[in-house]
Nanobody, 121 residues
Framework: QVQLVESGGGLVQPGGSLRLSCAAS????????MGWFRQAPGKQRELVAS???????NYADSVKDRFTISRDNAKNTVYLQMNSLKPEDTAVYYC???????????????WGRGTQVTVSS
């Protein structure tokens, strides 16, 4: 069993910053990639950023130069530093990870329950 627990969401004014964290726990053997998706009301869930074990990262065009993803492999934790936030960044942010369990020889994708980010004055 695996749990991904997000934290750090909240209400922030335009131009402000937030830092999201997501910790994976359970019978984890290996984590390949970790990332963040978001879903705004009435819209599809979209990739925000992802990072692999060796630190290779990928960003949505809409967040490049404003958001930074990082990862602590020893803690099975991924972070998303969000700067210069805009109202259009308002969404539920979901953590995602590709994980291999000790009991399995295969990777499977797991999701957190999400954390709300609201950017408003």
């Amino acid at each position: 069993q695996v749990q991904l627990v997000e934290s750090g969401g909240g209400l922030v004014q335009p131009g402000g910053s937030l830092r999201l964290s997501c910790a994976a726990s359970g019978s984890i053997f290996s984590i390949y990639d970790m990332g963040w998706f978001r879903q705004a009301p009435g819209k599809q869930r979209e990739l925000v950023a992802s990072i692999t074990t060796d630190g290779s990262s990928n960003y949505a065009d809409s967040v490049k130069d404003r958001f930074t993803i990082s990862r602590d492999n020893a803690k099975n934790t991924v972070y998303l530093q969000m700067n210069s936030l805009k109202p259009e960044d308002t969404a539920v942010y979901y953590c995602n990870a590709l994980i291999m369990l000790h009991s399995s020889g295969n990777y499977a994708r797991y999701w957190g329950r999400g954390t709300q980010v609201t950017v408003s004055s």
